[in-house]
């Protein structure tokens, strides 16, 4: 079993003494005994002050739920918001605290929020002069496979806001030094390392326990399923919220499955296969109706390639189904849900084909991969 970040916290002590400490968690931010980096930090620091990203530091949110300060009924502390009209802490936010710890395991995806509260707490770090560490946790999708598209900034948003590619093969301690470096934080970073983990491993291959890191993030191969199907968040399809499987199923109820399953085996897609499914989803898209669709069975982890997966399955939905739409943006002036989670247009206008598209994310993934390199911390 590896060790993560925090349980290395007694080889700093010195690090912390006589400073006030501010901690950015979720229910993910745990030991191997589930004992909470709250408790930790309580018991061996001087903890004062929590901050919480989307869905809440107890996990007790749905997505895209905001929420406002409130007082921690365990600990006492002031949890400030970075999800609601806050998302980087103000000067009042961190004005109590000497350093910022960040301590929430990653699924490894671009469009994961998590990230850019880790980026926007890091400039926060850097504006008003505080320590900023990072508690090492594995990427559960591996560290070395990455794939996707880089994101282009006129797409840029809270589920995107860098240009990287989907699947971006780093610790969220290596992805910590990546935006610091790449894109001029500077802010006075400290990576609490890992033992034990290596690039090669899966969550799985950790032994660690496995806490959602949200509510329809319940297993590390849904992380896996979620880097193929959270694009059809920008879509009229139901991406299995509301199941017991989300973004392991996807579908609606005018969905041709029996031609998307045809033209899926021509594909030959690698390490995955697919089954016709029905089911009725209690919330969200198509709710309490029933749905026709396709489970993802994912047959080989390491040679599954799950952005190429997710895009295959649109181009040939949106060929063969004229029910099939992209979602408007939520708010006049914005851009589509599609456009932001792609981190491009090229899906929505057309404007390339799947084998165009494979080819661009092939060129993007060559780019990012020899510059992410450089921020490797395990071997």
Known sequence: MIKVGI????????????????????????????????????????????????????????????????????????????????????????????VLCYDIQDVGSRFYTYIYTLAYSMMSAKENSKEFVVFDRPN???????????????YRSFVGYYPIIQRYGLTVGELAMYFNKEFKINCDLHVIKMVGYNRAMYFEDTLQPWVSPSPNIPTPRSSLAYLSTCIFEGTNMSEGRGTTKPFQIIGSPWLNVNKLLLDLGKKELPGVLFRKIFFTPTFSKHQNKLCKGIEIYVTNIRIFKPVLTGYTLIYLIKENNQEFSFNKPYKKGLNPMIDLLTGDNFLRTNSLSLNECISKMNQDTEIFKNTKERYHLYD
């Open 140 to 154: 559960p999708v591996g560290g070395i496979e990455v794939e996707g598209n880089i994101l282009d900034i006129k």
């Open 7 to 98: 349980e290395r916290l007694g080889e700093y002590k010195d690090f912390f003494k006589n400073k006030k400490v501010g901690l950015i968690t979720n229910p993910t931010g745990i030991n191997s005994e589930f004992r909470t980096t709250i408790e930790i930090l309580s018991e061996l620091t001087n903890l004062v002050a929590l901050y919480s990203p989307e869905h809440g530091v107890r996990g007790d949110l749905q997505a895209g739920v905001r929420l406002d300060d409130y007082y921690d009924e365990i600990t006492g502390c002031m949890v400030y918001s970075l999800y609601g009209k806050t998302k980087k802490p103000t000067k009042e936010m961190v004005d109590g605290i000497d």
